[in-house]
DNA sequence: CTTTAAAACAAGCGCTTGTTTGTTTTTATC
DNA sequence: GATAAAAACAAACAAGCGCTTGTTTTAAAG
């Protein structure tokens, strides 16, 4: 555990717990026990649970937003915006596997203004990835035919790699980022 | 609402509120109240509150694989398989989305042996999308060497489906999946 | 040592949770 | 219209929920 406060480590605990029980099957003597203290303490350090879920998903945010965002403004083409952006991606769930994991699963429920900011970041996201794919478009590499469908389809591969991703699994974030996108970019078939 | 009884009018309640909300997010009054009754009345109808849980996700996993048993045994090209495996899929989603969300998100807070039946049946699922690739690659028409990110690629696809799916987004079932398919056999490039 | 502030404890608040029990109402059958 | 089964009510249970409050312990700084 690193020397980032005592803070800092509740939220870690609460990310893991929330990644693995959810949010609402997570409760706040799950989180301080897991502290090792007793659960009228943790509010020494929170103001409320949802805080700790809402700095969780929006840290994740904030995390693939700046990942994305200089490769989206950079001057490449669009095919290498394409493959840096899955690279980044997954480097991303990588670093933050819990993290991404409640990113992706848990903030629903979140509440009132708060799932508005998150739901924001999202469509945020999800349009610099329309950018790329649009880009190439009009780079005439990619066919527009099914701009719809590709961009679901790179986003359902992204947004489902928290669900299988495991670090032990011996390739590096680049060496998946790259047989996905030759996959994408070329298909499966011989 | 059809004359099913009442048991199967209240499963459909949860399922929609288990979708909306998820299953901790639900609670007993939630589903007793959209069901115009008081919630000790609902346990005339079922045992415990995981009960529902079960029986969405169960009758769920069951449509999934019921539709695609047959897809895998016919003595088609693998080729062919494929194209009808997402379209099965996807018809499956479309006709029970609220289900299927119930079954792709909210599988996990089943509890012991019921946890696990559901866990065998999708990993029963995935098997049989394995199959389908594998035969792909024996008979020459699918590249081996990214075998395993096919698969992924596809079943994100597949699992992340109930994400967006809506059903008034004027394509039908069969025409995302034809989509789909062309753009993962051939890929998005020129 | 003393001071001071952060961190944790101890106790419990009001409320909600899933569930149970005994009774009453509704509905269908003869 | 009596009988019986199904469905709902009414009331509450023990347990757990998120959270608050007042006090004590811990630990660092002078």
């Known amino acids: 555990m690193p020397k980032k406060g005592r803070r800092e480590e509740i939220l870690a605990i609460a990310c893991r717990l929330f990644s693995q029980k959810g949010y609402h099957g997570t409760t706040i003597r799950d989180i301080s026990e897991a502290c090792g203290i007793l659960?009228?303490?943790l509010y020494a350090h929170i103001?409320?649970?949802e805080d700790l879920l809402?700095?969780?998903t929006n840290r994740g945010?904030?995390?693939?937003l700046q990942s994305l965002a200089p490769i989206v403004e950079s001057r490449v083409t669009a095919k290498q915006k394409l493959k840096?952006?899955?690279r980044a991606h997954i480097q991303v769930v990588e670093a933050n596997l819990e993290a991404a994991t409640v990113f992706f699963h848990e903030w629903k429920a979140l509440t009132g203004e708060r799932f508005e900011q998150i739901q924001e970041k999202r469509d945020q996201y999800e349009g610099m990835w329309s950018a790329?794919?649009?880009?190439?478009?009009?780079e005439g590499i990619f066919q527009l035919q099914d701009e719809k469908f590709a961009r679901l389809l790179i986003l359902s591969v992204g947004n489902w790699i928290y669900q299988w991703y495991r670090p032990d699994g011996g390739l590096s974030a680049e060496e998946i980022a790259d047989r996905f996108v030759?996959?994408?970019?070329?298909?499966f078939v011989r």
Do not use: P
């Open 39 to 41: 659960a009228g303490s």
């Open 47 to 49: 103001n409320t649970k």
């Open 54 to 56: 809402f700095e969780i």
């Open 61 to 64: 945010a904030d995390a693939f």
């Open 84 to 86: 840096q952006a899955v």
């Open 132 to 138: 790329i794919l649009a880009e190439g478009v009009q």
């Open 182 to 187: 030759a996959l994408m970019l070329h298909g």
